[in-house]
Nanobody
Framework: QSPLVESGGGSVQAGGSLTLSCTYS?????MGWFRQFPGKEREAVAV???????NYASSVKGRFSISHDRAKDSVYLQMRSLKPEDTAMYYC????????????????WGQGTQVTVYS
């Protein structure tokens, strides 16, 4: 069973907002949010390393924000100004160590949560 549990997906009109949550039960891991379009590879959306350094895909920069609440063992993805092209399955990922690049592959994945943006 994955140590990561996501919540918060759903359907929203374009221009709206959603916040995804990921509760984890691991320590010493960089955390990230990834998304996968049908027939495509999973891609990094936003990551946060052990020092709190964040990094974002260019397609979401300025609209999405990743944050980490260590007291609650949770990482969040606030998504604003959502577009239909943001529609995808979103996954929380965790990788041992401190990584702020967008190229890392997770050691653990959550089960995924669907985000649908309609126009």
């Amino acid at each position: 069973q994955s140590p990561l549990v996501e919540s918060g997906g759903g359907s929203v009109q374009a221009g709206g907002s959603l916040t995804l949550s990921c509760t984890y039960s691991v320590r010493g891991y960089s955390m990230g949010w990834f998304r996968q379009f049908p027939g495509k590879e999973r891609e990094a959306v936003a990551v946060i390393d052990l020092d709190g350094v964040t990094n974002y895909a260019s397609s979401v920069k300025g609209r999405f924000s990743i944050s980490h609440d260590r007291a609650k063992d949770s990482v969040y993805l606030q998504m604003r100004s959502l577009k239909p092209e943001d529609t995808a399955m979103y996954y929380c990922g965790a990788k041992w160590g401190s990584y702020s690049d967008l190229e890392w592959r997770a050691d653990y994945w959550g089960q995924g949560t669907q985000v649908t943006v309609y126009s």
